[in-house]
């Protein structure tokens, strides 16, 4: 009896656990949807002693601070071997599946790969450092179409490359190359040829991946470019609106967060942050707030109820409120680093130590709730976490390594937590 009774309540709590799990892909830079979450669900809310097992890891991706992407059982990312572009290819179990060589890639201050992939069905669409986009077979890596953006659209490379993953909307692939009446253009994703280019618009890039979203009947492009932040029609490349945004070496790399009509950008070098009201068609933008203390350089914020939340370049961790600027809280957490938000936790990944914190956000303040640190691979910890069917993805430098976060991972050792019966219960 005794020994049933603790099968029946392992068996009821996996169940428990499983009906209400959620999968999902994670098939481009920062999510689903380019804001940093997922829907996914059924992860842990509390990490075993010395952090989730490691599944596998790969030491061997070269130089670069891609994340990766992950769609339809295959886990992508890219980086630079000797001086070219390595595009990677793995399956879930972390065997190699296959690489190509997808030409040069920047080698100049903090060499090595930016891009992540991006996945929309059969194909998969990159962007080198150097200005070039691939668009390949996305199950074995064959070329599609390929196009050198800063030659074909006369822009210049800036001071550490392109870094910028491409966005997908329909039958359109948008990239920043930065070019005379070209700072963002449309390429038809099937052919590579060229829909329409921001016309008015010439500033190069800068380090920002741009996303979409609706306001009244428009569909808008939000990026940062060298000296502004632009709000372009998706349909036509018209420039709608431009906000001056002159900053210290002209990196804005965050991409903007957007709500209900709200939109805000920040940038690191104590630039601070800043909120802007949309008109209801999204056409025009009225300034409500600037706030100077979370000044993100470039590791992404996550919009959570209605509250900001990143790392400031000094290493402060702060939330604050999107409809007013009010700063609510702060905390030290893993210092300066990147973040995601997935299944009501936040995932911050350090840039200093390589400490990744599993961080619970809490009325009054963040709760670091477990941690661990990344010792695998070399240089900086800037790449951005990833989350895909309860697996975390880590890279750093020329490792990758993939973690068990999934809450189903716990009933293994349930059994043994159990409180033990008496002697003599009847069988």
Not at 39 to 65: H, I, N, R, V
Not at 260 to 283: C, I, K, P, Q, V
Not at 323 to 351: H, N, P, Q, R, W
């Amino acid at each position: 009896m005794n020994y049933l009774r603790r099968i029946t309540i392992v068996v009821s709590m996996v169940l428990m656990i499983c009906s209400t799990v959620v999968t999902a892909d994670w098939p481009q830079f920062r999510g689903p949807a380019r804001n940093g979450q997922s829907p996914e669900t059924g992860l842990m809310k509390k990490w075993p002693e010395g952090g989730p097992k490691e599944l596998w890891s790969f030491e061997g991706l070269g130089q670069g601070y891609a994340s990766v992407s992950v769609a339809d059982g295959i886990v992508y990312t890219t980086g630079m071997v000797g001086s070219d572009g390595i595009l990677f290819a793995f399956d879930l179990n972390g065997n190699l599946k296959w690489k190509f060589n997808y030409g040069a890639e920047w080698k100049g201050d903090r060499p090595g790969t930016r891009t992540t992939p991006t996945i929309d069905g059969d194909r998969l669409y990159l962007m080198s450092g150097m200005g070039r986009i691939d668009c390949r077979n996305a199950k074995t890596g064959e070329p599609i179409w390929h196009i050198d953006t800063l030659e074909k659209f006369k822009g210049k490379n800036i001071d550490w490359g392109i870094a910028e993953s491409i966005l997908i909307e329909n039958e359109k692939a948008i990239c920043t190359p930065g070019g005379q009446d070209a700072s963002v253009v449309a390429l038809n994703k099937m052919t590579g040829e060229t829909i329409w280019t921001s016309k008015g618009l010439s500033e190069p890039s800068a380090y920002c991946s741009p996303a979409v979203i609706d306001r009244g009947a428009n569909r808008i492009i939000l990026t940062m470019v060298k000296q502004s932040v632009v709000g372009i029609d998706m349909k036509t490349g018209k420039v709608y609106w431009q906000i001056p945004n002159k900053v210290r070496y002209d990196i804005s790399a965050v991409t903007p967060a957007y709500e209900n009509g709200m939109m805000y950008f920040t940038n690191g070098y104590r630039h601070g942050g800043h909120m802007f009201e949309l008109s209801a068609d999204g056409t025009s933008v009225e300034k409500k707030w600037d706030e100077k203390s979370l000044d993100v350089h470039h590791g992404g914020v996550v919009l959570i109820d209605g509250n900001i939340h990143g790392a400031s370049t000094g290493g402060t961790w702060i939330c604050i409120e999107l409809a007013t600027g009010e700063v609510k809280f702060t905390d030290k957490l893993v210092g300066k680093g990147s973040v995601i938000y997935v299944d009501g936790m936040l995932y911050c990944y350090g840039e200093r130590d390589g400490d990744v914190g599993l961080v619970k956000i809490n009325p009054a303040g963040y709760e670091m709730v477990s941690s661990f640190r990344i010792t695998k691979g070399s240089k900086e910890h800037w790449a951005h976490p990833a989350i895909s069917d309860g697996r975390l993805y880590i890279r750093h430098g020329d490792a990758l390594m993939c973690y068990d976060i999934k809450a189903t991972s716990y009933s293994r050792t349930t059994e043994e937590e159990l409180p033990s019966e008496a002697s003599g219960s009847e069988s």
